[in-house]
């Protein structure tokens, strides 16, 4: 079945260390994107790529990176400049990005806790 | 620039009850509206979207939504509610005119439904 698959799901960091989560579709979409999640907030757009090798800042762009080498895959890297990384993490994906009408698919999702 | 706002942080319903999970949208030009659903620890599903035609949408799991233009409203609704019902439902909107991407997507809150047996 195809669909989209972040790993890890838990994962633990200690404070001045950076980390990649993984996120990667077999959909054959063209547009991936990164959200964060905490209680009480809804999602908030990190990045989003519309085609390989290229990536645009969301709305909460500052401490996280991406790169987008393949069309299967978009890691994000969680750098120690992310003031409060403590958060779940969701990957999503459309088929591109001609229409608004599209509906996002998303990944089970990638819990980090910083210690 | 465009929101959505979702009053109820809980909203709570007895089994075999109707439910309805309120969302109200601002936007500059025509939206399109959409619902997700989360289980616990888990991503988003879709489950419903307006974007023309009919007012009243059905979606997955029975759920329906009434568009409604003059009060920017899209409320999920469910005639009888059921104990696995029980998630944060999450409502989103889009001006139809503002680009394809899923970056013009602003999401709601959430609101978490409970179903009491």
């Known amino acids: 079945d195809g669909g989209i698959t972040q790993s890890p799901k838990y994962l633990f960091r200690k404070e001045g260390q950076n980390v990649t989560l993984s996120c990667e579709q077999n959909l054959n979409h063209d547009a991936m994107y990164w959200y964060r999640q905490d209680p009480g907030q809804g999602l908030r757009l990190i990045y989003y790529s519309q085609i390989v090798n290229d990536f645009q800042k969301g709305d909460i762009a500052e401490g996280y990176s991406v790169s987008r080498e393949k069309k299967e895959s978009f890691p994000l890297t969680v750098t120690s400049a992310q003031k409060n990384p403590t958060a779940f993490y969701l990957c999503?994906?459309?088929?591109?990005?001609?229409?608004?009408?599209?509906?996002?698919?998303f990944g089970a999702g990638s819990r980090l806790t910083v210690l | 620039a465009q929101s959505v706002a979702q009053p109820e942080d809980q909203v709570n319903v007895a089994e075999g009850n109707p439910l309805t999970v309120k969302c109200t949208y601002s936007?500059?030009?025509?939206?399109?509206l959409f619902w997700y659903v989360q289980y616990p620890n888990r991503g988003l599903q879709f489950l419903l979207k307006?974007?023309?035609?009919?007012?009243l949408v059905k979606g997955s799991y029975g759920f329906e939504a009434e568009f409604n233009k003059s009060q920017t409203s899209f409320h999920l609704k469910k005639p009888s509610a059921l104990v696995s019902d029980s998630a944060l439902y999450f409502c989103a909107v889009r001006d139809a005119y503002s680009g394809g991407g899923a970056d013009g997507l602003t999401f709601g809150k959430g609101t978490h439904l409970i179903i009491q047996p």
């Open positions: 936007v500059s030009g025509n939206p399109y």
């Open positions: 307006y974007i023309t035609g009919d007012n």
């Open positions: 999503a994906s459309i088929p591109g990005h001609s229409s608004g009408a599209n509906v996002l698919t």
